[in-house]
């Protein structure tokens, strides 16, 4: 082979490894990310969103209204009864889920609120998941639910 052709192949693979080591790389990046995201919400959700929901059902229980904490899909749920109202019977028990999205490494924030209301309130990075930020959820869900 000439000097130039095995130059030229040298090029080539050396730019394509350089492209392969990049999107290893970037994949190793991302599997970190993935994980310290989890392990952060572990703590979260351990640390605050728990101990939180728990004095919530707390407060309520000691104003006469029940709420109870449950395990949802990659999260917490807080749930209170459905309300005498009509128009609220039938459509899911009300509840705010704080939930862990993986593929955004971000906290959602959703509820459903009776009368067929339901809606993501918002997603947060795990450092803005606050006891503040949680009662405020709460708050809008125990509007909608015995407004």
Same mark, same amino acid.
């Given at each position: 082979?000439?000097?130039?052709?095995?130059?030229?192949?040298?090029?080539?693979?050396?730019?394509?490894?350089? !492209?392969?080591?990049?999107?290893?790389?970037?994949?190793?990046?991302? &599997?970190?990310?993935?994980?310290?995201?989890?392990?952060?919400?572990?703590?979260?959700r351990?640390? *605050? !969103?728990?101990?939180?929901?728990?004095?919530?059902?707390?407060? %309520?229980?000691?104003?006469?209204?029940?709420?109870?904490?449950? *395990?949802v899909?990659?999260?917490?749920?807080?749930? *209170?009864?459905?309300?005498?109202?009509a128009? *609220?019977?039938?459509?899911?028990?009300?509840?705010?889920?704080?939930?862990?999205n993986?593929s955004?490494?971000?906290?959602?924030?959703?509820?459903?609120?009776?009368?067929?209301?339901?809606?993501?309130?918002?997603?947060?990075?795990?450092?803005?998941?606050?006891?503040e930020?949680?009662?405020?959820?709460?708050?809008? %869900?125990? &509007?909608?639910?015995?407004r």
């Open positions: 082979m000439s000097k130039e052709f095995d130059a030229e192949i040298d090029a080539i693979l050396r730019t394509y490894k350089a !492209v392969i080591d990049q999107a290893e790389q970037q994949a190793l990046d991302a &599997r970190a990310a993935a994980a310290a995201f989890s392990k952060g919400w572990d703590a979260c351990n640390s *605050v !969103v728990l101990p939180t929901l728990h004095k919530i059902v707390a407060t %309520l229980a000691e104003k006469q209204a029940v709420a109870n904490v449950a *395990v899909p990659n999260g917490l749920g807080l749930f *209170v009864p459905y309300p005498a109202r128009d *609220v019977r039938g459509h899911g028990q009300p509840h705010v889920a704080i939930t862990a993986q955004t490494s971000r906290v959602e924030f959703k509820h459903l609120h009776g009368a067929g209301g339901s809606g993501n309130d918002g997603n947060y990075s795990i450092a803005e998941i606050t006891p930020l949680i009662e405020k959820h709460v708050l809008a %869900l125990v &509007r909608d639910v015995y």
